[in-house]
């Protein structure tokens, strides 16, 4: 894959298909290979040329083990958007990648056309404060939890009741849960870009068209954090999905991927 210097750092990235370009930008610890089973075939048969990327702190992009902050990290996706000469174009993230793309919508409006945000939140609640807080503790212990035990953990953090329920799916995602790496100094510093302060007012300035997806079951960033930043985008859509943690866009991609490839016909 292309290796290339943008803002300060070498970013690796894919560039997949042919015709209006999307960027689709990962979560906390995700790399870009995590769009490639789903959402990849959806938009390029869409008709849509997709490029992802491996976030700052995911190797082979640059790490930063000594830290960096969400404005970075929009840096890195406005400057690999200006590289390209896509802009303006399509984005999508999720989680912290939705963080980083509401962002870019507010300071780079010329960038971007329309703009998916799934997963999302504009302020860290009591709750989400504890928890990423609680991860970063845990990392810095050097306590690393047993293999199936973590496995375990991040499937009833992240995955719906639905799901947890299927014993043939759980087989699956718990055999992938064991097959991740713990987590490395680039993504201890990811970590620390969950702690957001409250962006609401700003995100009143944002006029690229906006999609707001959460997902039912989701209990990193529940449904009505999303909505905030829905009511808080002028003229943004919200639609939620059912039976869907924070994983929402891998638990059910075709209800997923059809929101987006819709709005972004629309």
Known sequence: MPVIPVNGIRLNYEDTGQGEPVVLIQGTGGGRTVWQLHQVPALTAAGHRVITFDNRGIPPTSECPEGFTLQDMVGDVAGLIERLGIGPCRVVGTSMGAFIAQELALARPELVRQAVLMATRGRTDAMRARLTRAEIELHDSGVRLPTPYAAVLRALKSLSPRTLNDDREMADWLDLFELSQPA???????????????????????????????????????PHLGREVADAIPGAEFTLVPDCGHYGYLEDPAAVNKEIVDFFAS
């Open 184 to 222: 490395g100094p680039g993504q201890r510093a990811q970590m620390e870009v969950s702690n957001l302060d409250d962006r609401l007012a700003a995100y009143r300035g944002i006029r690229v068209p906006t999609l707001v997806m959460s997902f039912a079951d989701d209990l990193i960033t529940p």
